[in-house]
């Protein structure tokens, strides 16, 4: 069986620090992007899979339903895998039809990607609401530990402290 050794919501998926701090520390052998647009993109699902030939990670391309079937039958094989997507909601919905989470990692949702009701959590990092809402509910009902970090090396901000931008 697999295992999910990081997860994490990063709106540019692979990047830099994924491929090189990220996979190092960790220990993984794999990474899953679950995003429907990309796995519905033959030039962006190529641009990413090719990144993996010249770290020895095996790169899979899933949209959420591929992702969760794939769990359902095969518990991710033998890998250990980072899990990146870029919302929020897809966590929620991947955590919902029962794939193991112990850790989601909030690194990166910039504020392009929102509507002015958005707060910034860390500089990387912001959110609306109904966001908190899901990662709340992602903590309190999946006892998934939910933490914002941008790379290994920065400062973790957890959960609560998001729960108080919004009172």
Do not use: C
């Amino acid at each position: 069986m697999g295992k999910v050794i990081i997860a994490r919501v990063d709106d540019r998926l692979i990047h830099g620090q994924v491929m090189t701090e990220m996979s190092k520390a960790s220990g993984a052998n794999a990474i899953f992007v679950v995003d429907n647009s990309t796995a519905n993109d033959p030039f962006m699902k190529q641009i990413f899979l090719s990144s993996g030939t010249r770290t020895g990670l095996k790169i899979k391309i899933f949209s959420e339903t591929q992702a969760i079937t794939y769990w359902k039958e095969k518990q991710f094989e033998n890998y250990n895998v980072i899990l990146l997507a870029k919302t929020i909601q897809t966590f929620y919905k991947l955590a919902e039809a029962g794939i193991e989470i112990n850790n989601l990692n909030i690194g990166n949702i910039g504020k392009l990607n929102h509507e002015e009701n958005s707060k910034d959590v860390i500089t990387t990092v912001s959110i609306t609401k109904e966001e908190l809402d899901l990662l709340d509910k992602l903590r309190d009902q999946y006892n998934i530990k939910v933490y914002f970090q941008t790379i290994p090396s920065s400062s973790i901000v957890k959960l609560d402290e998001a729960d108080k931008l919004f009172k």
